[in-house]
C-alpha cells in the first residue's frame, strides 16, 4: 500500500512540474518591468543631466551616456524526484512488519540577467546634441504644439530679430533688452489665443518653416498684443506670413531672426543659479552666485533652483552628490521641475543628426 501512494505521489508531483513547465513567466512580468524599467531610466536621466549642470559650474566636463537599449531575460529551474521501496510478497496475516521507504525531493532555481546597453555620447553626435544652436523651426514647433512659450524662448533663445534676452553666467548678469519680456508676455497670450500657427514648406532643397499670425477677426487684447509684438520685432508682411531664420540680425521685413541657444548654452545658463557652497567660492573651485536685484522680474529668478548641502532631503526630485557635496532640486519646486523636465525636449530638439542605430546583441539561448 505504501509503495502506491509512493507512485501516486510521484505521479502528482511529474503532474504539477509539467504544467509549471507549460506556463510562461513571460506575460506576467511586462506591466511590472515595463513601468519599473521606464521609472528607473527617467529617474537615471534626470540624475545625469542635474550632474553635468553641476559639472559645468566647476568647469568639469559634462558626460552623457545613452540607455540604447534594455532586454530582460529570465531563467527558471525546476527538478524533481521521488522514490518508494517496501517488501513485497509478505502475506497479509504476517506477523512481520513491512520494510518501506518513500522520498519526494523538488529543487528549483530563478535568475534574473538583464542584459543593459549604454553608448557614450561622444564625436559628431555630442556636437550636434550639445554645441550647435537649436533649430529655430524646432522651437516653434514646440510652441506651437502646446508648450509655453515664455518658458521655451526663455530658455532657448538669445535673441528675437535682435531684441536680447537676459544672460547669467561667470558670476555676471546681463540684463535682458526692455522689450524682450513684454514680448514673452504678448507670444504666451497670442499662443493662448490660438492666432499663431506654423507650417513647414520645402522649397528647392530647403526646408523653410512659415509662422502666420490669423487672419480671423481677433478680440480686441489679442489684436493689441499681435500689433505690439510685429511692431516690437519690426515684422511687416502682406500675406501676414513670416519666415523663420537662425540669426541675430533681420535681413528683410518678413523675416523674424531667432538666435537660439545651443544645449550647451542652455545648461550654463542654469548651472550660473547653482546654490554652491560659500567655501568652493572662497578656495577658488566656482564663482559665487549673482543674485536677482530687488525690482527684478520674475522671468529674472533661476530657471532651476538647485540646492547644496550635506545630505538631500528624502522627498527630492532628483540627488546627486559631486565630489563631497549633494546637490539636489525640490519635489515642491514646480518650476524648477518644469524646467529640468524640458531639459528633455530640448536635448531631443538638438539632435539634428540622424539616430544612430542599437547595437547588435547576441542572447546565447539557454
Not at 506591466?31 to 549642470?53: E, F, G, H, T
Not at 532555481?109 to 550636434?128: M, V, W
Not at 533663445?157 to 544672460?167: K, Q
Request: aromatic share 8%; net charge neutral.
Amino acid at each position: 500500500m505504501i509503495f502506491r501512494r509512493g507512485r501516486k505521489a510521484f505521479a502528482s508531483m511529474l503532474v504539477a512540474l509539467t504544467v509549471y513547465g507549460c506556463s510562461s513567466i513571460g506575460p506576467g512580468s511586462v506591466p511590472r518591468d515595463r513601468v519599473d524599467y521606464s521609472n528607473a531610466l527617467s529617474d537615471s536621466w534626470k540624475d545625469q543631466m542635474l550632474l553635468n549642470i553641476v559639472r559645468l559650474r566647476y568647469a568639469d566636463t559634462p558626460t552623457f551616456m545613452d540607455v540604447s537599449s534594455v532586454i530582460a531575460a529570465y531563467t527558471i529551474q525546476v527538478a524533481g524526484s521521488a522514490g518508494a521501496a517496501g517488501n513485497i510478497g509478505v502475506s497479509s496475516n504476517s506477523t512481520t512488519l513491512p520494510n518501506a521507504t518513500a522520498s519526494v525531493g523538488v529543487a528549483g532555481g530563478y535568475n534574473d540577467r538583464p542584459t543593459i546597453s549604454y553608448t557614450p555620447l561622444t564625436g559628431a553626435k555630442f556636437a550636434k546634441s550639445l554645441l550647435q544652436p537649436i533649430p529655430p523651426e524646432a522651437i516653434f514647433s514646440l510652441i506651437t504644439a502646446g508648450y509655453p512659450a515664455d518658458v521655451v524662448i526663455l530658455a532657448t533663445v538669445r535673441a528675437l530679430n535682435g531684441i536680447y534676452n537676459r544672460t547669467a553666467g561667470g558670476g555676471k548678469r546681463r540684463p535682458s533688452d526692455p522689450e524682450f519680456y513684454p514680448v514673452l508676455d504678448a507670444l504666451r497670450r497670442i499662443q493662448a489665443s490660438r492666432a499663431f500657427s506654423m507650417r513647414i514648406e520645402k522649397r528647392n532643397n530647403d526646408q523653410v518653416a512659415i509662422g502666420t499670425f490669423a487672419s480671423r477677426p481677433l478680440d480686441p487684447e489679442v489684436q493689441r498684443d499681435v500689433d505690439f509684438v510685429r511692431k516690437t520685432l519690426n515684422l511687416k508682411s502682406e500675406n501676414g506670413e513670416l519666415t523663420l531664420e537662425y540669426g541675430a540680425v533681420q535681413r528683410n521685413p518678413n523675416e523674424l531672426a531667432v538666435l537660439s541657444r545651443s544645449m550647451i548654452e542652455v545648461m550654463n545658463e542654469m548651472s550660473a543659479d547653482i546654490e554652491v557652497p560659500a567655501g568652493d567660492v572662497s578656495s577658488g573651485r566656482t564663482y559665487a552666485t549673482a543674485e536677482p536685484t530687488a525690482d527684478a522680474s520674475p522671468y529674472d529668478q533661476p530657471r532651476v533652483r538647485i540646492h547644496s548641502g550635506a545630505a538631500p532631503p528624502a522627498d527630492a526630485f532628483t540627488a546627486v552628490r559631486y565630489r563631497d557635496t549633494w546637490y539636489w532640486v525640490s519635489d515642491q519646486d514646480f518650476t524648477s521641475k518644469r524646467s529640468l523636465t524640458f531639459l528633455l525636449l530640448f536635448f531631443s530638439l538638438a539632435e539634428t543628426g540622424a539616430v544612430p542605430e542599437a547595437p547588435v546583441l547576441t542572447i546565447p539561448v539557454q
